[in-house]
Nanobody, 124 residues
């Protein structure tokens, strides 16, 4: 069965960095675009970034553009999110998500699987 397991979250100071990982199994990871989303306390789910199956197309939400970098290692079935220049408003539960259709990675597409999330807290 499809499994997505996020890790790498934690407490960071403003201006700091964290690197999130998402280990995927149960499907052909290299054939699917993937994305990251987050949910802050009391707020709705926010799409953060997406990447095409071969990494050739990448997109970011305006709120993280220039600070976050999405990448993937298809040989390791792993998705990454490098987060730099963290801000308190980046505090959220971060999820990786698999789309229903292999080529989809944007904010308005249907996602059929996501992990349990990894908590990121940015505070001094």
């Amino acid at each position: 069965q499809v499994q997505l397991v996020e890790s790498g979250g934690g407490l960071a100071q403003p201006g700091g960095s964290l690197r999130l990982s998402c280990a995927a199994s149960g499907f052909t990871f290299s054939s699917y675009a993937m994305s990251w989303a987050r949910q802050a306390p009391g707020k709705g789910l926010e799409w953060v970034s997406g990447i095409y199956s071969d990494g050739s197309v990448i997109d970011y939400a305006d709120s993280v553009k220039g600070r976050f970098t999405i990448s993937r290692d298809n040989a390791k079935n792993t998705l990454y999110l490098q987060m730099n220049s963290l801000k308190p408003e980046d505090t959220a539960l971060y999820f990786c998500r698999k789309p229903n259709r292999p080529g989809d990675y944007g904010p308005m597409v249907e996602y059929d699987y996501w992990g349990q999330g990894t908590q990121v807290t940015v505070s001094s």
